[in-house]
């Protein structure tokens, strides 16, 4: 299968300019950007370096037929039709996605029993064997895009999507997801030359990222299972020397320091776990304190912080308080740094106090969010540097 076929790859709102970037830094193509994806093209051994090395993407989905399709059953006859062989056995496993916006179907799931129909009836036709399937990500997973009369089927090459990095294994409440992680540094510009502040830490993800980008070690090294390990001609050897290739390219340092604290010593304890799975515990400083305490080295760089939203009133009025304590914190101690504060509540962000530079729209699940960028310029400090012992 060395023919080039279009490559979607698939992402949250907002995510695509940074996806482009990536795309376009690893040497593909952009054919189109969507709302919540772009388009490139390639190989499906193509498709191995982009699940390896792609930091905010969810799903690299490799074409495979389109088609019009007005009802189910034209549906499953299109389906039908795909040579489904060509790409995994009789006696393998596969699930079905999809994203159906279609009149005649109310419950996505009618439409993935069709096309799971479709593609077992051939195979059972055809060999009198047919496949294995079920929900489970753990093998071949077909998606189906059905919108209107138009109906797209691709392979998802990833299966489990690649916010899953395989190393939170204590995640803490609600953590910001991998990829969302990744772009939000990226859109800093930070990428390991300088400092990297990170307070309220959590469960550590924003300071695992920042680890991985400023190594320059692919996101996907620790994933054991993939969707294409599963296609029928998924070439190990190919996969071994890109993964030897990943590992030879990672810097051995980071350039500048970076610092994760919580006031929680169980996040702490839960970041440092994280970031040892990840194998990047030797470049992240943990320590316990409250925000406003935080060691900040001379050397500028950037402070993130993802502070609470608040959902309820109460908490709202209690989380008031941070926002304005994380404005003197910006202007006592972060003086020659550029501070970014991820938050998806607009009001508690105007609490800091401090003009932003750039508002840069995100979403985190549904939540309309914004990295609020503030230039936070040199001036004599007004508190002396507390430094942990981290």
């Not at 890109?242 to 994760?260: D, F, P």
């Not at 003197?328 to 504060?341: N, P, T």
Request: hydrophobic content about 35%; overall charge positive; aromatic content about 10%.
């Amino acid at each position: 299968m060395d023919e080039k076929h279009p490559i979607l790859i698939t992402c949250p709102k907002a995510i695509p300019p940074y996806l482009k970037q990536e795309i376009l830094s690893l040497g593909f193509p952009v054919r189109s950007v969507t709302v919540s994806g772009v388009e490139t093209e390639g190989t499906i051994e193509d498709t191995l370096r982009l699940n390896l090395f792609i930091r905010t993407g969810h799903r690299i989905l490799f074409f495979i037929d389109e088609f019009k399709a007005r009802s189910p059953e034209e549906l499953y006859q299109s389906i039908h039709r795909i040579e489904w062989e060509r790409y995994f056995d009789k006696d393998g496993y596969f699930s079905v996605t999809s994203s159906v916006d279609h009149p005649t179907i109310t419950d996505s799931r009618f439409a993935n029993l069709k096309c799971k129909d479709a593609i077992v009836d051939r195979f059972s036709r055809k060999y009198g064997q047919r496949p294995d399937s079920g929900p489970r990500r753990e093998a071949v997973v077909v998606h189906l895009y059905w919108h209107g009369r138009r109906a797209r089927v691709f392979l998802d090459t990833s299966g489990e999507p690649l916010s899953k990095r395989n190393y939170r294994k204590i995640p803490l409440g609600a953590p910001m997801q991998e990829t969302l992680a990744a772009a939000a540094i990226l859109a800093t510009g930070w990428r390991g030359e300088a400092n990297f502040i990170n307070p309220m830490c959590g469960s550590g993800t924003l300071a695992i990222e920042a680890a991985l980008i400023g190594l320059d070690r692919a996101p996907g090294l620790l994933r054991t299972n993939y969707g294409f390990m599963h296609l029928k001609e998924f070439n190990r050897t190919f996969w071994e020397k890109l993964r030897k290739e990943a590992r030879n390219r990672t810097k051995k340092t980071v350039e500048g320091r970076i610092i994760a604290t919580d006031v929680n010593p169980k996040a702490v304890e839960a970041a440092r776990k994280n970031a040892m799975t990840a194998g990047v515990d030797q470049f992240i400083e943990f320590g316990v304190c409250d925000f406003s305490a935080t060691p900040v080295p001379e050397r500028g760089g950037v402070v993130v912080l993802n502070p609470p939203y608040g959902e309820r009133m109460g908490e709202i009025r209690e989380i008031e308080e941070t926002y304005r304590s994380l404005g003197d914190f910006f202007k006592k101690k972060c003086q020659g740094y550029r501070g970014y504060i991820f938050t998806g509540n607009f009001s508690l962000a105007k609490k800091v106090g401090l003009r932003t530079k750039r508002r840069l729209p995100f979403y985190n699940g549904e939540i309309e969010c914004r990295l609020l960028e503030y230039e936070l310029y040199e001036g004599s400090r007004k508190s002396p540097e507390i430094h942990l012992p981290l």
